[in-house]
């Protein structure tokens, strides 16, 4: 039956493409299904747990009394780390083009303990330097701007300057600007005022208990409470999925159903034979879905590649101006497209088998071709 089965796959050429086809489209959807979660999900874990390596940003209304407050800050042990750093909004001008951006200026070496920047492979560390400034990836994507290009920034109190693009670093939501306190006295001849902190503590009670203590505390941003929005969000994808999953799984049982019935009766003299020859039940089933088996397993590879295609072109089609999407699709989200596909066929096989059966041998045997 093995030797029939690999004669049977090239000898019928239509029906090999065609169900090769359709179950390839049906594991294409799946791997863009799972794909869209894994994407949008990653990026608030990237953003928020290793891009900026700290929980919270203490806002003060000036910098007069920020030696005392960090003291405040520091003497608490839960506090992991304890940052300042200044932060302003700026105008970044690029020949006639213009656009808005988030300035953050920090101590060279604090900068590095505190950010985890990456270059745009995703891999490569980057860090702090006094040669330049630091882009965000999505910023350069939308102005086509590369390492060593030049733009012009604005400083806190409005003094434009150029400023050369040492590295483009990996980053998710909004426009960002990194620079040291070096570079941006140099670049600007003004005083860095900090009026932020960035702090890492896993004890937001106790980080609490020591804002009252602060001199000119304004507010506090709580990085872990908006991970923990942004996740209830992404279950909501769960529901695009399960529509995904059930017209993937739509499409490969009209193919497959289709594909099986019109086999079966263009075969149904041949396995009427094989019964009359006494193969077994088990054996005729066998026989013909064997064949169709191997076919969804190819199906189901050449799908993976195609879900591949169909992700990228859909993230990029519902790309957003402040918003940079990931393009990963995970090894658990191609396995479980692969395996929903082989568990749609070997359910169409199971209800086939009545078809099998219900061939009458002698009848089939008497018809006329």
Not at 202 to 219: F, I
Not at 256 to 266: D, F, K, Q
Not at 284 to 300: A, T
């Amino acid at each position: 039956t093995s030797k029939i089965t690999a004669r049977n796959l090239i000898r019928y050429k239509s029906r090999f493409f065609m169900t090769v086809i359709g179950v390839a489209g049906c594991t294409g959807l799946l791997v863009v299904g799972f794909g869209i979660k894994d994407s949008i999900s990653d990026i608030i874990q990237i953003q928020y747990g290793q891009i900026f390596g700290y929980d919270y940003q203490v806002d003060l209304s000036d910098d007069h009394h920020l030696e005392k407050n960090l003291a405040i800050l520091e003497e608490n042990l839960d506090n992991e780390a304890v940052v300042p750093f200044m932060t302003y909004t700026t105008r970044a001008y690029m020949g006639k083009e213009e656009d808005t951006l988030t300035v953050e200026v920090m101590d060279l070496r604090q900068g590095n303990e505190i950010l985890g920047l990456r270059a745009t492979d995703r891999k490569s560390e980057i860090r702090f330097s006094n040669d330049g400034i630091i882009l965000s990836q999505k910023f350069a994507i939308n102005y086509d701007l590369e390492e060593g290009d030049m733009i012009t920034i604005e400083s806190q109190s409005g003094i434009k300057r150029d400023v050369r693009i040492d590295k483009i670093c990996e980053f998710y939501f909004q426009h960002y600007i990194f620079m040291s306190d070096s570079c941006y006295r140099s670049l600007f001849g003004e005083e860095v005022h900090k009026t932020s902190i960035a702090i890492r503590s896993e004890n937001p009670d106790s980080l609490k208990r020591d804002t009252e203590k602060l001199e000119g505390y304004v507010s506090t941003v709580d990085f872990t409470s908006l991970i923990a929005q942004f996740e209830n969000m992404i279950e909501a994808l769960d529901f695009i999925i399960l529509v995904i999953i059930i017209t993937a799984g739509s499409l490969a049982f009209v193919v497959l159903i289709n594909l099986i019935e019109v086999n079966i009766s263009e075969r149904t003299r041949e396995i009427a034979t094989l019964k009359v020859l006494g193969f077994r039940p088990g054996e005729v089933n066998s026989y013909l879905f064997k064949e169709i088996l191997l076919l969804s397993i190819i199906g189901g590879l050449l799908g993976l590649p195609l879900g591949v295609i169909e992700h990228h072109f859909i993230m990029n089609v519902i790309n957003m101006e402040m918003i940079m999407f990931g393009m990963n699709i995970s090894l658990f989200s191609f396995s479980v497209s692969f395996f929903i596909t082989i568990l749609f066929t070997l359910i169409v096989l199971f209800f086939t088998r009545k078809h099998l059966r219900e061939i009458r041998m002698v009848e089939s045997l008497k018809s006329v071709e």
